[in-house]
Nanobody
Framework: QVQLVESGGGLVQAGDSLRLSCAASGRTLSMYVMAWFRQAPGKEREFVAR????????YYASSVKGRFTISRDNPKNTLSLQMNSLKLEDTAVYYCAADVIGGFARSEFDFWGQGTQVTVSS
């Protein structure tokens, strides 16, 4: 099994940038479809971005497309999420997730990190 640990969260102002990282251990990330999800207080956990394991194709939620970039560094076994032009509504706990097959729904990912808090203030 793969273990995932997120880092890089924090308190930023609207319009700022932040880069989240997800370090994997136990298995190589190249075996997995990787994704970022987020959960705001009182809301369901929602899909943010995904990167395929073979062709590295990327997919984004419409709310973050053009502002966020997901990437993976297989030799370093890390996943990243570059977040630019942050908005108040981006405030949430951000989770990285892994699955051999993956998808776009929470239920389609078997392995999760503990999450990292991102707070965007005005």
């Amino acid at each position: 099994q793969v273990q995932l640990v997120e880092s890089g969260g924090g308190l930023v102002q609207a319009g700022d940038s932040l880069r989240l990282s997800c370090a994997a251990s136990g298995r190589t990330l190249s075996m997995y479809v990787m994704a970022w999800f987020r959960q705001a207080p009182g809301k369901e956990r929602e899909f943010v971005a995904r990167i395929n394991k073979r062709d590295d194709n990327t997919y984004y939620a419409s709310s973050v497309k053009g502002r966020f970039t997901i990437s993976r560094d297989n030799p370093k076994n890390t996943l990243s999420l570059q977040m630019n032009s942050l908005k108040l509504e981006d405030t949430a706990v951000y989770y990285c997730a892994a699955d051999v097959i993956g998808g776009f729904a929470r239920s389609e990912f078997d392995f999760w990190g503990q999450g990292t808090q991102v707070t965007v203030s005005s």
